[in-house]
């Protein structure tokens, strides 16, 4: 069982977030899927195909950390195994968001395969948490994509043991991936990540 009012906090800030994310043109229509924790054993999470800009509470259901779904009929994402194995190898995350926006898509399908993205010199690297300086190197695997969901999140959950610090990871082709202790911690990352994004892909077309 799992406290509703904890839920509701959860919830209503999932939505917040869906509205401000699609405003930004980061999750377009039905794209993308965000989670928040209410407990040590379940999460809120967006309900499967619902528009992100216009989520309302009947959009958000809870799932325990094996993605099942708890005292509901609906479906949640068919990523809802990415969103849980972060839960369960960080105890300390309080939110995921997965967002679907232009240039961390087009980004992550640049890379040649098994490269990451490396962040380098950047101010906005102290954006994450844990980084202090611009002067270190923020390494961001790129995930092939795949409809292997349940293989995709193993890769995952072995990579983030061996990285603990990591706050995010792209899937070619797909979308990112980024995680913080609370919403706003979470929303700020994916601020950071897109604005890095943005200079990565404006420096590779002035120089090539």
Not at 111 to 124: C, H, I, T, W
Request: glycine share 8%.
């Amino acid at each position: 069982m799992f406290d509703v009012t904890r839920y509701a906090v959860a919830a209503d800030s999932i939505v917040e977030a869906g509205r401000f994310l699609y405003q930004q043109g980061w999750s377009p229509a039905t794209s993308s899927n965000y989670s928040a924790r209410i407990d040590a054993g379940h999460i809120a999470i967006t309900v499967s195909g619902r528009h992100k800009g216009q989520l309302g509470a009947g959009d958000v259901m809870v799932v325990d950390l094996a993605g099942r779904p708890v005292q509901s009929d609906c479906r949640s994402s068919a990523e809802t195994r990415l969103h849980t194995v972060l839960y369960e190898v960080f105890p300390n995350v309080g939110a995921v968001l997965h967002t679907h926006s232009v240039k961390a898509t087009v980004i992550s399908r640049m890379l040649p395969a098994s490269q990451p993205l490396k962040l380098e010199g950047y101010e906005l690297q102290k954006a994450f948490s844990g980084v202090d300086t611009h002067e270190s190197v923020l390494s961001v695997p790129v995930f092939d994509n795949t409809q292997d969901i349940d293989a995709l999140a193993e890769q995952t959950r072995e990579w983030f043991r061996a990285h603990p610090e990591q706050p995010g990871y792209l899937i070619r082709g797909h979308g990112l991936y980024t995680w913080g202790k609370t919403m706003a911690d979470c929303l700020r990352h994916v601020e950071a990540f897109e604005f890095l994004f943005d200079c990565e892909l404006e420096t590779m077309r002035i120089r090539p």
